[in-house]
């Protein structure tokens, strides 16, 4: 399924083949090389511009959205978000771990602070840095704009990363999450 334009990233986003920060950019071409079949750039956020709420991720995963081009899609974070969007209206059809799957947003729109994915699925503080000027491009082209989610990123309504490890270890279960998530759609119907 395509992407509407409202979709997708502002102008100013990262291109196809962005070398701001040399070692993504290697992890990125070492990636291309041994899966060519792969997305394999920056990934661009998912949801409408004109969304009241954000989502802010850290960085893409190598089998997840380094993979599928979709944030949180094609991994494990992936169902615990997606569900919960869709729980809370947040979002309609159903998550399929696919860009395809038809699952759109509603009201928010999700991105990542590093839009490359990095090895070992960390990002360095200067990677980070280098990045934000994409985050404060997506945070300015959002006129509607009236929460950030961040999952572990920003120091705003916060949430632990959605992984696989944090919900195995409890450090965040369903239940946590969706208080968050829940306390977030009461405070943009305000």
């Known amino acids: ?23 993504l950019a290697a992890y990125r071409a070492a990636n291309r ?45 992936g169902i615990l978000l997606y569900e919960t969007l869709l729980k809370f209206g947040l979002a309609t059809g159903g998550y399929g771990a696919d860009p395809a799957d038809g699952l759109m947003l509603v009201n928010c729109r999700i991105a990542n602070a ?19 000027r994409f985050l404060g491009a997506e945070l300015t082209a959002m006129p509607n704009l009236r929460a ?4 572990g990123v920003l120091k705003l309504t916060n949430s632990y990363h959605v992984s696989r490890y944090n919900t195995s270890t409890k450090r965040l279960t369903t ?8 306390e977030l759609v009461a405070t943009l119907r305000e």
Do not use: H, Q
Request: charged share 20%.
């Open 1 to 23: 399924m395509p992407l509407d334009t409202d979709t997708l990233s502002p102008p100013d986003a990262p291109t196809a083949n962005c070398d701001l920060c040399p070692r």
């Open 33 to 77: 090389a041994e899966n060519p079949d792969w997305f394999n750039a920056p990934v661009p956020s998912f949801g409408r511009l004109d969304a009241p709420l954000l989502i802010v991720g850290m960085a893409p995963g190598v089998r997840g959205a380094n993979r599928t081009g979709r944030p949180f899609t094609g991994d494990y974070a």
């Open 114 to 132: 590093v839009r490359c994915v990095p090895p070992a699925n960390l990002p360095e503080p200067k990677e980070v840095a280098t990045c934000n």
């Open 148 to 151: 950030v989610l961040s999952l």
């Open 175 to 182: 239940t946590m999450f969706e208080d968050v998530v829940r």
